[in-house]
């Protein structure tokens, strides 16, 4: 079992920022993928943010160039640095891990709010 725990969210200014960190707890060795989910309103969830146990990252088009995903392994906690925030980037966000574990298991935080003033 893993636990993932958000923290870092919050109300900002458009053209703010705010960070954002999820620690891991539990079977942390088996963790491989984490990534970072938005939900806004009667919206789908979408991936924000992702990075690999070893550090390449992908992002949604609409956040690139904007936020920046790393990851501490020797932390156990990714975080997602969110500049030029903008009032559609409101959402609740979710961190997300995947296993390297046959079969691939995969968990989620509890979700934290950004909310992005215009």
């Known amino acids: 079992q893993v636990q993932l725990v958000e923290s870092g969210g919050g109300l900002v200014q458009a053209g703010g920022s705010l960070r954002l960190s999820c620690a891991a707890s539990?079977?942390?060795?088996?963790?491989?993928?984490m990534g970072w989910y938005r939900q806004a309103p009667g919206k789908q969830r979408e991936l924000v943010a992702g990075i690999s146990r070893g550090g390449s990252t992908n992002y949604a088009d609409s956040v690139k160039g904007r936020f920046t995903i790393s990851r501490d392994n020797a932390k156990n906690t990714v975080y997602l640095q969110m500049n030029s925030l903008k009032p559609e980037d409101t959402a609740v966000y979710y961190c997300n891990a995947d296993t390297a574990t046959i079969p691939i298991r995969n968990y989620w935080g509890q979700g934290t709010q950004v909310t992005v003033s215009s």
């Open positions: 539990g079977s942390i060795f088996s963790i491989n993928y």
